[in-house]
């Protein structure tokens, strides 16, 4: 994997609702065949679901395994190996733990927002750092109505909003990731 120092999370909790009060969202199918293909596309190590309620795991879990299962190899080779990217856990906690036991020092954790924030970083500032190779990165995508404030200001670094050509910004989780990693990961860019 040419960008095995980058990893991407979806965190369905903690979560926002349109008012604010921290959730618990509900997966969706598509993000994670929607989120897996750039994941792939762009050599990540990996893509991590973060999700506590097990009814909900448990759906995650079965399309997992049908897709990793000789069955679903068959049926979509593709599909195949872009969820063996994927991996489910309860807490971002967890998330940072696997990174830190497997790579031997804790990743750079980095959220993304459509709001700006004091640690806000630009796409050419976290390319580089990425290209130097000497840190692991986790980048953070939120659900709902984004992650928590209060969480954010604890990750090392944001990154700068995706903007569109007017003042709309209200894209789809899949649609942010694919643009977020183009713009961090792509031999255009490079």
């Known amino acids: 994997m040419k960008n095995e120092n980058v990893f991407i999370a979806l965190l369905h909790y ?7 009060k921290i959730i618990v969202t509900s997966f ?3 993000d994670l065949h929607d989120i897996a ?12 679901i973060v999700q506590p309620i097990d009814a909900q795991r448990l759906v995650i879990k079965r399309q997992i ?6 069955e679903g190899r068959k049926a979509n080779p593709t599909r195949y190996e872009i969820v063996q990217l994927v991996r489910l856990k309860y807490t971002l906690d967890e998330v940072v733990e696997e990174i830190e036991r497997e790579r ?3 990743p750079v954790l980095v959220g993304t927002d459509a709001r700006q924030y004091p640690n806000t970083v630009g796409y050419d500032f976290l390319r580089e750092e990425i290209q130097k190779r000497e840190r692991d ?16 200001r604890t990750f090392d670094y944001i990154l700068e909003p995706v903007l569109g050509a007017g003042d709309w910004n209200h894209l789809s989780v899949r649609n942010a990731v694919a643009i ?3 713009r961090l990961l792509s031999r255009n860019r490079c």
């Open 104 to 106: 031997g020092k804790r």
């Open 137 to 152: 990165f986790l980048i953070l995508f939120g659900t709902g109505y984004g992650i928590p404030p209060d969480m954010m």
């Open 65 to 70: 395994d049908y897709w990793l299962s000789e």
């Open 180 to 182: 977020i990693l183009d």
């Open 14 to 20: 903690p979560a926002m609702d349109k008012e604010g």
């Open 28 to 30: 969706t199918t598509m």
């Open 37 to 48: 293909r750039p994941a792939r596309a762009y050599e990540i190590n990996r893509f991590y």
